[in-house]
């Protein structure tokens, strides 16, 4: 930005001050009486309220708004929000505004840069949330979700099926001839979900309503993946969960935020929980519950279970007895991966799940004839201690023989549905082994595809409606058990022709 528009910005935004404070008189109302702002938030606010103001008042419904790091520090164990045992002094009591959260590193961040007398960054990551947040970093930063980007894309095997299902195919007297998907593609598909690498190349100038700005030149952005690579080297996004400018926890705590990418068919979470009772409960009462509530009480609060009530949330009885102690890894109270590649299997030991090796020297959890890569899962006493903690959010609610019978029933549900993945996984083994399909890219052909269908719909289906109490459709016909026999017939067929006309050429 030259001197002159500089210059103009400045006069704007103290006329701003001096004829309405530091924002219109409908901001300014909603601030007054609430917490004190910095100086440099103040002109965040005097300027976005009139450019963006859905921002200011998405923030305006935030905690960040309503209190200061001081004020939460007092609160009790049970209902303190923040985990850091110490606040920097600049920012202990004042609101946690624009400036707040923008400026915090910016000396870690390639996406920092000079604006409005101020230096600042884009992208807001967990490391910057780490000031006050240190305890949900820490869990957060070894979870799977934090490394979903490298789980994905850094394993050869998923990362060959990623490339293999995106981008485009054309037709030729060959057969199908494929591209790699381009970046853009990957953006939108599959790192939608798991993240992008978000890397700032330089300098850019925008057009605004106060005219031309320069900011950083950002790959791969907008993107709210859960395993984003940040430009500060951190992973993750906070927002994946707490989208911003509000950080609500009740947007958090409600399985809308889990289903935008727990959905069917591969993760069929929310699809299953639709149609469950606990669904069923969810979706007729819970305008009548309490959201916002630290810590959350289990039959006061809210009558039936979301996804964070048991994954993540600080979960307490009526009278404040720990039922589940809060954690951002989500997987640390799950005994069993549902959904792995191939077979369902015990929890792995690490977030990062790249440096696995099964028996046969891939980076997966399960050996291709279904053997567990035991040395990187977790042992049976810390997945009998996992199941423990998810049993007494059961209860509740629940029975101990309800609860005891609802497991027993999922262990069931594991071991059929992994001997229909098996029995898929020997026709396709025979078909390489007769070279009637090429192993060469074991994602590519039409058994191939069939084999993945097998486990990575039809058996996740099942799984995830048996594990999450219950939607018969999807274990029966939707994706269920329908589709799993029906498909392993359709490979067998495949086989048979295949192996006809090998035989007669």
Same mark, same amino acid.
């Given at each position: 930005m030259n001197l002159f528009k500089y210059i103009l910005f400045i006069f704007v935004t103290l006329s701003l001050f001096y004829f309405h404070g530091i924002s219109s008189a409908e901001v300014k109302e909603e601030i007054m009486n609430q917490v004190s702002l910095s100086p440099q938030t103040q002109t965040c606010i005097g300027c976005h309220h009139l450019y963006t103001p859905g921002i200011v008042k998405d923030w305006l419904s935030s905690r960040h708004a309503k209190t200061n790091p001081s004020e939460a520090m007092k609160k009790s164990t049970l209902e303190k929000r923040i985990s850091a045992e110490e606040i920097p002094q600049g920012l202990q009591g004042i609101a946690v505004g624009c400036y707040e959260c923008h400026s915090l590193n910016t000396g870690s961040h390639k996406d920092s840069f000079p604006h409005m007398g101020q230096t600042i960054n884009v992208i807001v990551t967990p490391q910057d949330c780490k000031t006050c947040h240190p305890v949900e970093f820490s869990q957060?930063?070894?979870?799977?979700?934090?490394?979903?980007?490298? +789980?994905?894309?850094?394993?050869? %095997?998923?990362?060959?099926? %990623?490339?293999?299902?995106?981008?485009?195919?054309?037709?030729?007297? $060959?057969?199908?001839?494929?591209?790699?998907?381009?970046?853009?593609?990957?953006?939108?598909?599959?790192?939608?979900?798991?993240?992008?690498?978000?890397?700032?190349?330089?300098?850019?100038?925008?057009?605004?309503?106060?005219?031309?700005?320069d900011i950083p030149d950002l790959t791969n952005w907008p993107n709210q993946g859960v395993g984003r690579v940040n430009p500060d080297g951190s992973t993750g996004a906070c927002t994946a969960c707490h989208p911003r400018h509000g950080f609500l926890i009740e947007v958090a705590r409600k399985p809308y935020t889990c289903s935008q990418c727990h959905h069917e068919p591969d993760v069929p979470a929310w699809s299953v929980y639709e149609e469950s009772k606990h669904g069923n409960i969810y979706l007729s009462k819970n305008s009548s519950w309490n959201f916002t509530n630290v810590p959350w009480k289990a039959g006061e609060d809210f009558k039936a279970p979301t996804c964070a009530t048991c994954h993540n949330s600080l979960v307490v009885s009526?009278?404040?007895?720990?039922?589940?102690?809060?954690?951002?890894? !989500?997987?640390?109270?799950?005994? %069993?991966?549902? !959904?792995?590649?191939?077979?369902?299997?015990?929890?792995?030991?690490?977030?990062?799940?790249?440096?696995?090796? +099964?028996?046969? =020297?891939? &980076?997966? &959890?399960?050996?291709?004839? =279904?053997?567990? @890569? *035991?040395?990187?899962?977790?042992?049976?006493?810390?997945?009998?201690?996992?199941?423990?903690i998810m049993s007494r959010v059961c209860s509740s609610c629940h029975s101990t023989s309800w609860i005891n019978g609802h497991f027993?029933?999922?262990?069931?549900?594991? $071991?059929?549905?992994?001997?229909?993945?098996?029995?898929?996984? $020997?026709?396709? *083994?025979? @078909?390489?082994? +007769?070279?009637? @399909?090429?192993?060469? +890219?074991?994602?590519?052909?039409?058994?191939?595809?069939?084999?993945?269908?097998?486990?990575? !719909?039809? @058996?996740?289906?099942?799984?995830?409606?048996?594990?999450?109490? =219950?939607?018969?459709?999807?274990?029966?016909?939707?994706n269920g058990w329908w589709h799993l026999n029906e498909n392993l017939q359709n490979m067998k067929e495949w086989t048979e022709l295949k192996k006809l006309k090998k035989d007669r050429d």
């Open positions: 957060f930063n070894g979870s799977k979700k934090s490394y979903a980007y490298k +789980n994905l894309m850094e394993n050869p %095997v998923y990362n060959t099926l %990623v490339k293999t299902i995106t981008g485009v195919k054309q037709v030729t007297e $060959k057969g199908l001839a494929s591209d790699s998907p381009t970046e853009m593609t990957l953006h939108e598909t599959c790192l939608g979900c798991h993240g992008t690498i978000v890397k700032a190349t330089g300098m850019k100038s925008i057009d605004t309503k106060l005219g031309n700005i009526p009278d404040n007895i720990v039922i589940a102690e809060r954690t951002h890894n !989500f997987g640390s109270r799950l005994w %069993v991966r549902l !959904f792995g590649l191939i077979y369902s299997h015990s929890q792995p030991k690490s977030g990062d799940t790249t440096i696995i090796r +099964n028996r046969d =020297g891939l &980076p997966l &959890p399960v050996a291709f004839t =279904g053997e567990p @890569a *035991s040395e990187y899962l977790i042992d049976q006493s810390e997945q009998e201690n996992r199941l423990q027993a029933k999922l262990g069931n549900t594991l $071991k059929e549905t992994d001997a229909m993945t098996l029995a898929a996984t $020997k026709l396709l *083994s025979d @078909a390489w082994g +007769n070279g009637i @399909a090429d192993k060469t +890219n074991p994602f590519d052909e039409s058994i191939e595809q069939l084999w993945i269908k097998q486990w990575l !719909f039809y @058996a996740n289906s099942i799984r995830y409606s048996s594990a999450m109490t =219950g939607a018969p459709d999807y274990t029966s016909f939707k």
